[in-house]
């Protein structure tokens, strides 16, 4: 097997993202019963730059941070964060790229892999908030069911919201980190 080794370049720009997405999730404001925010763009975001793998422990450590520091949240919450959104980049991030380096003409792709990796959020969203109201809280299925229709309507806000953003700031972004040379340093 192949050892996986990162660079310290890596390891600095995967805990800048991290820390950004922690910051960005303080951008709120209750809608529908439940919350709108936009690190779910910034998690988007981390896969495009990174890539899978690196995306994706940006976006799940930055929204785990914010879960165990500021949303009093518990392990297990914590960790069912880091797994749901470190998929949201990393699908995203296949998607957009397919395992290979980016090449000219892949908009269509970056904005496929926003749309796809945004709404395997909100289903594990759902699935999360079923399973711990029903078999954790032990809810009647009736309140359970309202329970995710009050969810519902937020997270497909923030899902549209992210799957537009992300690509916009990807664009924005991109080019000026591949002039530097820091873009291929990070998906090594």
Not at 82 to 99: E, H, P, Q
Not at 113 to 121: L, M, R
Request: glycine fraction near 10%.
């Amino acid at each position: 097997m192949k050892e996986r080794k990162f660079s310290t370049y890596q390891i600095v720009f995967v805990a800048v993202m991290a820390a950004l997405v922690c910051v960005v999730t303080f951008f709120r404001f209750p809608l529908l019963g439940s919350k709108v925010h936009f690190a779910n763009a910034m998690c988007l975001l981390s896969g495009m730059l990174f890539g899978p793998m690196l995306g994706g422990l940006a976006a799940g450590l930055g929204s785990m941070l914010y879960d165990a520091l500021f949303g009093g949240y518990d392990f297990i919450n914590c960790l069912v964060t880091f797994v749901s959104k470190f998929l949201m980049a990393a699908i995203c991030a296949w998607i957009a790229f397919g395992g290979k380096e980016e090449d000219k003409g892949k908009h269509v792709r970056l904005v496929v892999g926003s749309v796809v990796g945004a709404f395997s959020y909100v289903a594990l969203y759902m699935l999360k908030t079923y399973i711990f109201q029903r078999f954790v809280h032990g809810y009647p299925l009736d309140a359970v069911v309202v329970t995710m229709g009050g969810k519902l309507p937020a997270s497909l806000i923030n899902a549209v919201f992210a799957m537009i953003v992300a690509p916009i700031l990807y664009a924005a972004i991109a080019p000026a980190l591949r002039r530097k040379g820091m873009l291929e340093k990070l998906r090594k």
